[in-house]
């Protein structure tokens, strides 16, 4: 058996792959429609959650945000959805436009 001998080039400019997977024989219908996602992320303090059952949640539609404590979770719920992000102090036009 030679060991050294290439059975694909896969560097070859020409390559075409002649045997499919399965899964490649008919395009999914489900690439965009994500059953549900379950974030183990806490969105205010970063940090992840190695436990989620008991874990204080929000289900939002299919995703369901965890939080360590019932505190980070009041704090994001009082979080206001249009909250203002502070524009740099521009006296004169030269440097960063306010908008």
Not at 52 to 73: K, M, S, W, Y
């Amino acid at each position: 058996m030679n060991i050294s001998a290439t059975v694909h080039q896969f560097d070859s400019i020409n390559y075409v792959n002649t045997d499919p997977d399965t899964r490649d024989r008919m395009q999914s219908r489900r690439i965009h429609e994500p059953v549900g996602i379950v974030t183990t992320i806490d969105p205010i303090t970063g940090r992840d959650i190695a436990e989620l059952e008991g874990c204080p949640h929000i289900v939002d539609g299919n995703v369901v945000i965890n939080f360590e404590t019932q505190a980070t979770r009041q704090a994001y719920l009082d979080t206001p959805l249009d909250h203002p992000v502070p524009l740099p102090d521009n006296p004169t036009e030269e440097g960063v436009a306010e908008g």
